[in-house]
C-alpha cells in the first residue's frame, strides 16, 4: 500500500470520527438522564399528601311556609290548565307524582360524606374510588359561601362528579388536581341557578 493509499485511509477514518463526534447524543438526551428525570417526576407526585374531609352530599335549601304555598298554588294551575286546555288527565297525574316526590326529597336531610384525594388514586367518595383516568380535567365552583369541585368525564355523556369541599382544605385540592388534570373555568349554568334560586 503506497503513502498516498494510507494517507487516503487515515483521512476517511477522521472523517468517521469528526461524523461520530458529530451526533453524539448531548448530555440530556441519555438514557440515564431521562431515568432520573423520570424518578424526579414521581418523586414530586409522592410529595403530595392524601387529603381528608368531610362535607355534606347536596346543599340543602331551608323553606319556609311562603314556599309551601306558591308550589302549592302552582301544581293546582298546572292541574286546572290540563283539565280545561290540554285536557290529557295523564299530564295531571304526572304533575301530582312529581309534586309528592319532590315534597318527600325536599324533606330528607342531606347525609355527611367522607371524602379523600389521593394524587396516585384519585378521588374517594366514602368507599367508591374515581379514578382520575376517567376525567379530562376539573373546575371550581363558588356559590355564595359553599365551595365545590366538579371533574369533567372524558366520556361525553358520562355524568359529571361533583362534591363540596370546605375552604381551609381548597389549596391543597386544587394543588394535587392541577398536577393531574387541567382546569377549566366553571359557572353554574342556568339550571343549577333555577334548582339553587328554588331551594331545591
Known amino acids: 500500500?503506497?503513502?498516498?493509499?494510507?494517507?487516503?485511509?487515515?483521512?476517511?477514518?477522521?472523517?468517521?470520527?469528526?461524523?461520530?463526534?458529530?451526533?453524539?447524543?448531548?448530555?440530556?438526551?441519555?438514557?440515564?438522564?431521562?431515568?432520573?428525570?423520570?424518578?424526579?417526576?414521581?418523586?414530586q407526585l409522592t410529595d403530595y399528601e392524601p387529603v381528608h374531609w368531610s362535607a355534606s352530599?347536596?346543599?340543602?335549601?331551608?323553606?319556609?311556609?311562603?314556599?309551601?304555598v306558591v308550589f302549592t298554588i302552582s301544581v293546582i294551575g298546572l292541574i286546572f290548565f290540563d283539565l280545561f286546555v290540554l285536557r290529557s288527565y295523564s299530564f295531571s297525574i304526572l304533575v301530582i307524582v312529581m309534586a309528592a316526590a319532590l315534597i318527600i326529597y325536599s324533606r330528607r336531610s342531606p347525609k355527611l360524606v367522607d371524602y379523600t384525594l389521593s394524587i396516585n388514586q384519585?378521588?374517594?367518595?366514602g368507599e367508591k374510588l374515581y379514578h382520575f383516568s376517567d376525567f379530562k380535567s376539573f373546575g371550581l365552583i363558588k356559590d355564595d359561601d359553599n365551595h365545590s369541585?366538579?371533574?369533567?368525564?372524558?366520556?361525553?355523556?358520562?355524568?359529571?362528579?361533583?362534591?363540596?369541599?370546605?375552604?381551609?382544605?381548597g389549596e391543597k385540592l386544587v394543588d394535587i388536581l392541577g398536577a393531574r388534570l387541567p382546569m377549566e373555568n366553571l359557572k353554574l349554568d342556568m339550571i343549577d341557578v333555577i334548582v339553587r334560586k328554588l331551594r331545591l
Not at 156 to 163: E, I, K, L
Open 122 to 125: 384519585g378521588l374517594y367518595i
Open 149 to 169: 369541585l366538579m371533574l369533567i368525564p372524558v366520556k361525553r355523556f358520562d355524568p359529571g362528579v361533583s362534591v363540596y369541599f370546605p375552604e381551609e382544605v
Open 1 to 43: 500500500m503506497g503513502p498516498e493509499q494510507q494517507y487516503n485511509k487515515s483521512q476517511s477514518d477522521i472523517d468517521q470520527t469528526e461524523k461520530f463526534e458529530m451526533y453524539t447524543p448531548e448530555p440530556d438526551d441519555t438514557p440515564e438522564d431521562n431515568v432520573s428525570n423520570a424518578q424526579n417526576d414521581k418523586r
Open 57 to 68: 352530599e347536596y346543599i340543602h335549601g331551608e323553606k319556609n311556609i311562603g314556599w309551601f
